[in-house]
């Protein structure tokens, strides 16, 4: 087969896990998954395109194929995914976000009121469990379940033949209470305690995984930090009160560095960073584009092998160089890739190489289109051309996520425009950035925090350190630089 036909199948998917429909099948276990998996791992933390939202739609989207990669680990978790306040149709989200908005309500109170409800909801419509009369009273205020009770029926009847009957049944916010009714108030507690106790008899346990939670109040982020907060005070409670019941928080890391609360340390020994390395990530590539068929075959037979698993390192050969630049002291294509993926913080993420297989493959095309003749038959399916050429694209798409996520920050970003070095002094990065908020060593701080710029002392500010703006950012953000990129 041609390779300029085998390229147009080669596909190393989407950046985006929520865009996978075959997630579950592409999916790589890291020790991340492993760790997750630990009863006591409470935070998963990572940048942005760092593999978070994947690993919690693999457990919330694709239960079945999760529990088996989890080897009988969850026989006895219930799993009940969140995303904070806006994916409970019984629950008014909107009253509670306007209630922490204007500090009727504290953050901690609504997280405890908006989990109480999803746990309950989700325990009965994914696995048709009622736990406690408390919870079938909510079940039956919200209507999930019917209520043959004299006065539902009366109710029922006064919608049907006279209109809208009195609004009996509101969220009760002052003493974080549900009210039922005009004389029944049950505490969030006694329900939590009710699920809990329930849990436990059944030897069973609830894990609620709460992810995207970085998306509230996105334009206030002083709001956004204290609801965050919230989140992890209510973690701390649910810890010492309710055994069975179990928080997984995915946050972004420079979100996690910008919080303040009594007893954060304590979520040090319960919290898990991921992290990916050069095999996972070669793996990652070969997996995704093996799950074309044609190109597994090819990529099979260039190995000498009966399958993609056995030789992973053989597989990737066939689809890339061996070196993206000619000459016996190049470095090895992965690790080329690798060294222009890396942001200030030192990671590497599955976004930034899937990005890189997807440009090169493109590139490659054009080469062929460019040339009007057949790819070396030879060679790998891609050229150390191509991946040089995806560079650029793969720059300039960091660096656009990067000014709609941080958008407090993007005349900062505008202000390396031109710039013909990716060095700087503290003074010069601090003059860069004159009459900019913010400012100073609490600019430069933040720059550090979002992965935008480097220390040469590593991760401590020191004195004598210099400012540097990663390989991953320079192209995009428009530095001019002379050389390789």
């Known amino acids: 087969m041609k390779k300029e036909t085998l390229l147009k199948e080669l596909n190393f998917g989407s950046v985006d896990s929520e865009s996978e429909t075959n997630l579950d099948k592409i999916f790589i276990q890291t020790k991340n998954f492993d760790e997750f998996l630990d009863p006591n791992t409470a935070l998963l933390l990572g940048s942005k395109g760092a593999g978070k939202s994947a690993l919690y739609r693999l457990f919330t989207k694709y239960e079945e194929s999760a529990r088996e990669m989890a080897q009988h680990a969850i026989d006895n978790v219930y799993l009940v995914a969140g995303v904070g306040f806006k994916d409970v149709a019984e629950m008014d989200d909107m009253q509670l976000l306007n209630q922490i908005e204007s500090q009727n309500i504290s953050p901690e109170a609504a997280w405890k009121i908006y989990i109480t409800y999803k746990i309950i909801h989700s325990l009965y419509k994914s696995y048709s469990i009622v736990c406690g009369k408390n919870g079938r009273r909510v079940l039956q205020k919200s209507h999930s379940i019917k209520d043959y009770r004299i006065s539902a029926i009366l109710k029922r009847l006064y ?59 996105p334009n206030k982020a002083n709001v956004r930090k204290e609801c965050i907060e919230g989140l992890f005070l209510a973690y701390i409670d649910f810890v ?34 991921i992290t990916w390395h050069e095999d996972s990530l070669k793996h990652l590539l070969v997996k995704r584009a093996v799950y074309n068929k044609t190109i597994r075959k090819y990529v099979e037979e260039s190995a000498h092998t009966d399958s993609w698993e056995k030789d992973v390192n053989g597989c990737f050969n066939a689809l890339f160089p061996p070196k993206v630049y000619p000459g016996p002291r190049e ?127 590593g991760q401590i500010l020191t004195r004598d350190a210099k400012i540097v703006v990663p390989r991953l950012f320079r192209s995009g953000l428009g530095i001019v630089t002379f050389g390789r990129p």
């Not at 049907?160 to 916010?173: A, K």
């Not at 995915?250 to 319960?270: A, E, M």
């Not at 941080?406 to 900062?412: A, I, N, W």
Request: net charge negative; glycine share 4%.
């Open 331 to 457: 470095a090895k294509t992965m690790s080329w890739i690798i060294e222009r993926s890396k942001d200030g913080l030192g990671g590497v993420y599955p976004r930034e190489i899937i990005n890189f297989g997807n440009y090169s493959k493109q590139e490659e095309l054009k080469l062929k289109e460019e040339f009007d003749r057949e790819i070396n038959p030879n060679t790998s399916l891609i050229s150390g051309l191509s991946i040089r050429n995806a560079f650029s694209y793969v720059s300039t798409v960091k660096v656009q996520s990067y000014l709609s996520e941080f958008r407090y920050l993007s005349k900062h970003f505008e202000r390396f425009t031109g710039q013909q070095t990716a060095e700087y002094s503290q003074e010069e990065i601090i003059k860069l950035m004159e009459n900019l908020q913010p400012e100073g060593e609490d600019m430069i701080r933040q720059l550090h925090e979002t992965g935008v710029i480097s220390y040469s002392s």
């Open 240 to 273: 010492s009160r309710y055994s069975n019941i179990k928080l997984k928080i995915f946050l972004r890391t420079d979100i996690w560095n910008t919080l303040s609360f009594v007893n954060k340390s304590h979520l040090t020994d319960k919290t898990t960073i």
């Open 159 to 217: 919608e049907c033949f006279i209109g809208e009957p009195p609004q009996l049944e509101q969220i009760d916010f002052k003493d974080v209470s549900i009210l039922l009714s005009k004389n029944s108030k049950v505490s969030i507690y006694e329900l939590l305690s009710e699920i809990n106790d329930y849990l436990v008899s059944e030897k069973k346990t609830v894990w609620l995984l709460l992810d995207k939670i970085d998306e509230l109040f």
